[in-house]
């Protein structure tokens, strides 16, 4: 993988959020020269982006990708060899309080990444960052498998699943138009990410992390909610492994929506996510409140099955629950005690995942 990327030119849309931090982090560290096309991130605001510094990417730009004008020129400027699109209004309650910004970002925030693709010459390896949340949740015990149906009930939802739809257009009718030189694009689909850096307001490591500091309990919502939860390391591996298989010879054969979920042993309720984060917390005391109080619709109960993965990409996940809890506790209280310390321990933290992957498999 550190072959494949070194020296190339890679666009990271949304490099400015938690997992684009990492990813940026990550691409740079084996020798890829990062271009960050993002949002700034507010005045005052804890930023894992910040933190790691312009160290952790070759160039970074201040641009909203609903300009498409100013998309496309630096786009043109830039010539990459892959995209990581993760750009995004990325959580569900805010989708209610401004869905018009969740869909115009979501939606054709990503037809213009893709329209710009299509006029470059360099024919780029795209790989379009969704959500397990595409899928039409029925609320069924089975995992949702790459074919079956996209949806969207909230806000959030619908607009990543009209991404996809986008996605889908250009892969599957514009690119090929072009003939054998093009763009090949594929979609990938997370779970419940955590991590260290991730300072989000209501993801629930961030807010346990913000109750620990004010002495306050947490507060969860839907604690009996069923996710499929993963560190950040692990997607951000499926996010390159894909990507490698793009930039080969046999591209095409990996073109089209990939789950890149949890193991299956790592499905618990949100509940249980809470309990196991208290016996490695070394911060203040953490309690946990039940929030009854009503909220948005959330599913209860969503996975993903990533056989696909494990079967055409040789990919699966490389940390347990357990050990992405442990790996997001140990950033978090470093962090409390310093946060240089924290921003070398992002890297350490990179190389031990990289270690434990090749002792794994």
């Given at each position: 993988m550190r072959d494949t990327f070194k020296n190339k030119k890679i666009i990271l849309t949304g490099h400015t959020g938690f997992k684009g931090a990492w990813l940026a982090a990550w691409l740079t560290s084996i020798g890829a020269k990062v271009y960050g096309i993002s949002l700034s991130v507010p005045d005052g605001e804890d930023s894992l982006h910040a933190l790691l510094g312009k160290k952790a990417y070759h160039a970074s730009y201040i641009q909203d990708i609903r300009d498409y004008d100013k998309v496309q020129k630096l786009f043109n400027d830039i010539e990459p060899d892959c995209v990581f699109h993760l750009a995004a209004q990325a959580l569900v309650r805010p989708s209610f309080e401004d869905p018009l910004h969740s869909f115009s970002t979501n939606i054709m925030g990503t037809a213009h990444i893709l329209?710009?693709?299509?006029?470059?010459?360099?024919?780029?390896?795209?790989?379009?960052?969704?959500?397990?949340?595409?899928?039409?949740?029925?609320?069924?015990?089975?995992?949702?498998?790459?074919?079956?149906?996209?949806?969207?009930?909230?806000?959030y939802s619908a607009s990543k699943a009209g991404a996809e739809m986008v996605s889908m257009a250009y892969m599957r009718s514009l690119y090929p138009l072009m003939g054998d030189e093009r763009p090949h694009l594929a979609v990938m689909r997370g779970g419940n990410v955590i991590g260290g850096g991730d300072w989000a307001v209501d993801r629930i490591i961030p807010d346990a992390v913000r109750a620990s500091m004010e002495g306050k309990a947490l507060h969860i919502r839907?604690?009996?909610?069923?996710?499929?939860?993963?560190?950040?390391?692990?997607?951000?591996?499926?996010?390159?492994?894909?990507?490698?298989?793009?930039?080969?010879?046999?591209?095409?054969?990996?073109?089209?929506?990939?789950n890149i979920g949890s193991d299956p042993m790592s499905i618990v309720t949100v509940y249980d996510l809470a309990e196991k984060l208290k016996t490695h917390w070394q911060g203040n005391p953490l309690t946990i409140n039940i929030d009854r109080k009503p909220s948005v619709p959330e599913?209860?109960?969503?996975?993903?099955?990533?056989?696909?993965?494990?079967?055409?990409?040789?990919?699966?996940?490389?940390?347990?629950?357990?050990?992405?809890?442990?790996?997001?506790?140990?950033?978090?209280?470093?962090?409390?005690?310093?946060?240089?310390?924290?921003?070398?321990?992002?890297?350490?933290?990179?190389?031990?995942?990289?270690?434990?992957?090749?002792?794994?498999?």
């Open positions: 329209e710009a693709c299509r006029h470059l010459k360099t024919n780029p390896a795209i790989v379009c960052i969704t959500t397990d949340k595409v899928y039409d949740n029925v609320n069924w015990v089975w995992p949702y498998r790459e074919s079956d149906k996209l949806g969207g009930k909230d806000p839907n604690p009996d909610a069923v996710r499929p939860w993963q560190h950040v390391l692990d997607l951000c591996h499926g996010y390159m492994t894909i990507a490698e298989k793009l930039m080969s010879k046999a591209a095409k054969s990996y073109e089209g929506g990939w599913a209860h109960y969503l996975t993903l099955d990533i056989s696909k993965a494990a079967r055409e990409l040789c990919w699966q996940p490389g940390l347990t629950v357990n050990e992405s809890i442990a790996f997001t506790a140990d950033w978090y209280t470093t962090f409390l005690k310093s946060p240089e310390m924290a921003r070398r321990l992002t890297y350490e933290q990179i190389e031990i995942y990289s270690d434990l992957r090749r002792e794994k498999f």
